[in-house]
């Protein structure tokens, strides 16, 4: 059974930076788990923010980046705004499976 | 625009099926897949399967092979989940999502509910 980790919850202040992260119990996460990453605020449908590691959609504020870092995948916000607010889910695929990670707790504190 | 349009919420008695359906608009149908995610009350996200949209090709979770079946209607640009056997832990919101290769989720579907309950 393949598990991918997040951290469960992360504060940040209003403009400050945080990086989230995304770990996979097979060993170091590379670009050919294709991590992309979503935001879901309460009562809404999550909302694609990063595919393919590190590239955005057209609608993905430039706040967001994506990278590898240390053996896992990175979700890094630089300037956060309260309405960063959220959860932040991690996925990475495994030849023809997805797994998603536990979710990442984003206050705005 | 691209949308995807799910079917509305539905309530099940354990052990029935239930059918999800995901109308997708504003882009070539059969040049994506479309994968299905669901989120129990108060859970995280969970990747149920995938199917091509241009071949019918599918790959399923492991732990629901044998209950779940995906489809597609090329001619209504429309994808199918089916969920048979249903137990009080498959309520949850069903969502179906678009995939490009490789590795791309973009637009999502707004969420069925499906709720099972005698």
């Known amino acids: 059974q393949t598990v991918v980790t997040q951290e469960p919850s992360l504060t940040v202040s209003p403009g400050g930076t945080v990086t989230l992260t995304c770990a996979s119990s097979?060993?170091?996460?590379?670009?050919?788990?294709?991590p992309n990453w979503f935001q879901q605020k309460p009562g809404q449908a999550p909302r694609a923010l990063i595919y393919?590691?590190?590239n955005k959609h057209s609608w993905t504020p430039a706040r967001f980046s994506g990278s590898l870092l240390g053996g896992k995948a990175a979700l890094t916000l630089s300037g956060v705004q309260p309405e960063d607010e959220a959860e932040y889910y991690c996925l990475l695929y495994y030849g023809g499976a997805r797994v998603f990670g536990g979710g990442t707790k984003l206050t705005v504190l | 625009q691209v949308q995807l349009v799910q079917s509305g919420a539905e309530v099940k008695k354990p052990g029935a099926s239930v059918k999800v359906s995901c109308k997708a608009s504003?882009?070539?149908?059969?040049?994506?897949?479309i994968s299905w995610v669901r989120q129990a009350p108060g859970q995280g996200l969970e990747w149920m399967g995938w199917i091509s949209a241009y071949n019918g090709n599918t790959n399923y979770a492991q732990k629901l092979q044998g209950r779940v079946t995906m489809t597609t209607d090329t001619s209504t640009s429309t994808a199918y989940m089916e969920l048979r056997s249903l137990r009080s832990d498959d309520t949850a919101v069903y969502y179906c999502a678009r995939e490009g290769p490789p590795g791309r989720f973009d637009y999502w579907g707004q969420g069925t509910l499906v709720t099972v309950s005698s």
């Open positions: 097979t060993g170091a996460v590379t670009s050919g788990y294709y």
């Open positions: 504003g882009y070539t149908f059969t040049s994506y897949g």
């Open positions: 393919s590691t590190s």
